[in-house]
């Protein structure tokens, strides 16, 4: 796709620092604290996913994070009555919806807005009313763009796992199908963010291929990156290979 490459802003997800802070039962690391200095060092979001066994961030994280994010916050989810209610009181900037399974290691896939369309549309709406950008997680499949916008999505987020895995053997087959996605959201006017699986090796190709990207949201290699080259220099290194 031909024009001008949009800033793509890095959203550092969290998850993996109160999973350590969850394994002693006390407040070390300070997921607040982290989330001040990761915007410090420049991130330009935080996003967190409350899973519900609360075993990486919980819900009672979730004001305070709010209180002291001055860029964006992320809440990513399974839409569930309970999930909706807490995002609907916290009131993030975006709320990414995300049909993961409650015992399910990470994220593997996205929705099928369409099968899902009329799911998705009401709780769309819903968030919507009270300010809150949706996103819709899906795979990369131009007619699930299409599936998003009719259920009246903000955004899509193209889960990239899959791009992550075949990018050492085969990055233009890895990316093809994100490239596809990308046109069609252009074409209808849709937001693009993208995440799960992106380091400091599969970042920058993916970024040069996807000119319209909006936001990538970045945890678990960011959060093993840091434990070699810091906090600091780490979100640096990433918001370098999204800058260039
Ligand atoms: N996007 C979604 C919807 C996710 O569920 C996750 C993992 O929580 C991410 C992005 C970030 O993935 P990773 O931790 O592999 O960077």
Not at 161 to 171: H, I, L, Q, V
Not at 207 to 236: F, K, M, Q, W
Request: proline share 5%; with cysteine; net charge negative.
């Amino acid at each position: 796709m031909e024009g001008i490459r949009t800033v793509t802003r890095l959203s550092v997800n969290l998850n993996k620092v109160a999973l350590i802070r969850n394994a002693r039962g006390e407040n070390l690391p300070d997921l607040v604290q982290v989330a001040k200095d990761c915007e410090a060092f420049g991130a330009e979001g935080i996003t967190v996913h409350p899973r519900p066994d609360e075993r990486h961030v919980r819900f009672a994280d979730l004001a305070a994070l709010k209180d002291v994010v001055t860029t964006e916050f992320n809440i990513e989810g399974n839409p569930t009555r309970g999930f909706l209610d807490e995002v609907l009181r916290c009131q993030p900037h975006q709320c990414t919806l995300v049909p993961d399974a409650p015992a399910a290691l990470t994220s593997d896939g996205g929705w099928d807005t369409l099968v899902h369309a009329g799911f998705l549309k009401e709780v769309t709406a819903e968030l919507q009313a009270k300010g809150i950008r949706v996103s819709l997680f899906i795979d990369p499949d131009p007619s699930q763009v299409e599936g998003a916008m009719q259920a009246g999505a903000d955004r899509v987020e193209l889960y990239t796992g899959n791009y992550a895995r075949e990018y050492d053997s085969d990055p233009e087959g890895a990316i093809r199908g994100h490239v596809a996605c990308a046109a069609e959201a252009a074409r209808l006017g849709i937001g693009l963010n993208a995440g799960h699986d992106l380091n400091l090796f599969n970042l920058r190709y993916y970024c040069n291929a996807i000119p319209n990207l909006a936001e990538v949201s970045i945890g678990h290699a960011l959060i093993c990156d840091a434990l070699y080259y810091g906090l600091a220099n780490t979100v640096r290194m990433y918001r370098r290979l999204l800058l260039d």
